[in-house]
């Protein structure tokens, strides 16, 4: 007597995760290689020329980081070597964590960094 199970909620979820993936990997797919088409297959910020096994080092880079923005033109995109667009990221990560100083710099309008200030008045408060 065959029994049929319904799906786990576990089961649901893979599903769910898997099909997430599927869709991104085709859009992906899809963009990548309309920009391998219309670009030279050159990194825009380094220089290095890519052909052959390591044209998959080339990466589309999205100029306002919205992977959803893919006009026909290309104008959103640059073709760029893994390591340039790491930099790229990181480069946006690093402006984002010092986002909260620069405001503190400009209020106070000195860009001169003292570590130390106020130091003295904490080691008299500690005596």
């Known amino acids: 007597m065959a029994t049929s199970k319904s799906p786990t909620e576990a089961d649901k979820k893979r599903q769910i995760i898997a099909e997430v993936r599927r869709n991104r990997e085709q859009r992906e797919k899809g963009y990548r290689e309309r920009a391998l088409k219309m670009f030279p297959h050159v990194c825009g910020r380094c220089g290095r020329e890519f052909s052959g096994k390591r044209l998959r080092e080339l990466t589309v880079h999205h100029r306002d ?53 106020g130091l003295d008045a904490l080691l008299k408060r500690k005596k």
């Open 65 to 117: 980081h919205d992977h959803d923005n893919n006009p026909p033109d290309g104008g959103n995109w640059e073709l760029l070597c893994l390591y340039c667009h790491d930099n790229e990221h990181g480069r946006e990560e690093v402006a984002d964590w010092y986002e909260g100083d620069a405001g503190e710099e400009q209020e106070t309008g000195s860009s001169i960094n003292t570590p130390f200030a």
